[in-house]
């Protein structure tokens, strides 16, 4: 059973950085992605980044390229959103999620093709 737990969220100003963490427990092979999503107060859950776990390849939405960066650890078992440059557009819950069938980001990222999530962290972006 996989299971993503997230850590990191918070209040930041315009302007202002935070560093989102998922750790990972469950997985028995590295032949899986970890994608990030996001979903503000009455829109859909939007994706944000994707990193193949074996491949260390990586997608961003447009929205985000040149500020978000993922990446992971696999000493820790932990995939990683350093969010800069963060502006109140990004004011969401973000959610991590595996998707088990693939080694490599698939474009565009539906989120009904993850198969397992974690609970979720706040990131509010307000001045």
């Known amino acids: 059973q996989v299971q993503l737990v997230e850590s990191g969220g918070g209040l930041v100003q315009p302007g202002g950085s935070l560093r989102l963490s998922c750790v990972a427990s469950?997985?028995?092979?590295?032949?899986?992605?970890i994608g990030w999503f996001r979903q503000a107060p009455g829109k859909d859950r939007e994706a944000v980044a994707c990193?193949?776990?074996?491949?260390?390849?990586?997608y961003y939405v447009d929205s985000v390229k040149g500020r978000f960066a993922i990446s992971k650890d696999n000493n820790k078992n932990t995939v990683y959103l350093q969010m800069n440059s963060l502006n109140p557009e990004d004011t969401a819950v973000y959610y991590c999620?595996?998707?088990?069938?693939?080694?490599?980001?698939?474009?565009?990222?539906?989120?009904?093709?993850?198969?397992?999530w974690g609970q979720g962290t706040q990131v509010s972006v307000s001045a």
């Open positions: 999620a595996t998707d088990l069938d693939f080694d490599r980001c698939i474009v565009p990222m539906r989120y009904g093709e993850y198969d397992s």
């Open positions: 469950g997985f028995t092979s590295d032949f899986h992605t």
């Open positions: 990193i193949s776990y074996s491949r260390g390849t990586t």
